[in-house]
């Protein structure tokens, strides 16, 4: 009885702490703070995108974390603070999509899934270890086997008034991120040419969430 009286603060507190840390250690609820986005750059939007191009191979070098702030900024970074309006359009202000960072050889990131958190540019981590293997082997596409990084942009199907939404959103996310890639040197491609359903499976995206493009990005 005495044993269990000392043992309780303990207990308590790993009751508290249970829902974010994984025995296994796998699963994290732990929040990243991203390098602050530059909103000024070398290239001209015309030159941008007339040099646009889809590649899928890339150089087996890692990418900055700084370099991958940019480009989640691109994708959804908030430029309006008062009524968080985002780099890209959304239908009614709804934003609809969400976009996952899949990182395998990033400076200062631990390989594993995280989930970009717009609202004060954070990254959320959502399991370490091998995502970038778990996407590759639902998707099966070689670029994503080749890229120090991945994103996977999804659709909140079930918040869509209408089901065509989230495709137009993830399709103008998705065009910010080619051109913040030209003006970094970096390569990328926009797929959709995967079951949607696997890629879910591999990576426990929630239900309700979509999966619609994977952009691997990797130095060209
Ligand atoms: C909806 C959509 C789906 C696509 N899916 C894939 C894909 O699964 N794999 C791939 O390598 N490229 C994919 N692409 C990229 C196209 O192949 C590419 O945009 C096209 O060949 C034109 O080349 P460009 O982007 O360099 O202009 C997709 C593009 C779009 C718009």
């Not at 796998?26 to 986005?37: C, D, F, G, M, S």
């Not at 990254?123 to 070689?142: H, M, N, P, V, Y």
Request: aromatic share 8%.
């Amino acid at each position: 009885m005495k044993k269990v009286c000392l043992l309780a603060p303990f207990l308590f507190i790993a009751l508290i702490v249970s829902p974010f840390f994984n025995l296994c250690g796998a699963v994290y609820a732990q929040t990243i703070k991203l390098p602050e986005p530059k909103v000024d750059g070398p290239l001209s939007i015309e030159k941008a995108i007339k040099e646009r191009r889809s590649i899928r191979s890339y150089k087996p070098e890692s990418l900055t974390i700084e370099a991958v702030s940019q480009v989640l900024w691109a994708a959804q970074g908030i430029t309006e603070p008062q009524k968080g309006l985002r780099t890209a359009p959304s239908a009614r202000a709804q934003y609809l999509i969400e976009v996952y960072l899949i990182a395998d050889n990033v400076t200062d990131l631990k390989p594993g899934l995280y989930k970009y958190i717009p609202k004060g540019h954070l990254l959320q981590t959502i399991s370490l270890g091998d995502a970038k293997e778990r996407l590759f082997g639902a998707a099966g596409q070689t670029p994503i086997k080749n890229a120090p990084c991945a994103l996977l942009i999804t659709g909140h199907i079930a918040r869509s008034t209408n089901p065509g939404w989230i495709y137009l959103e993830a399709g103008h996310s998705s065009q910010n991120v080619y051109l913040q890639c030209v003006s970094l040197n970096f390569g990328t491609v926009a797929m959709a040419g995967f079951k949607p359903e696997e890629v879910k499976k591999a990576l426990n995206i929630p239900d309700g969430e979509q999966p619609i493009y994977i952009m691997p990005i990797g130095k060209k």
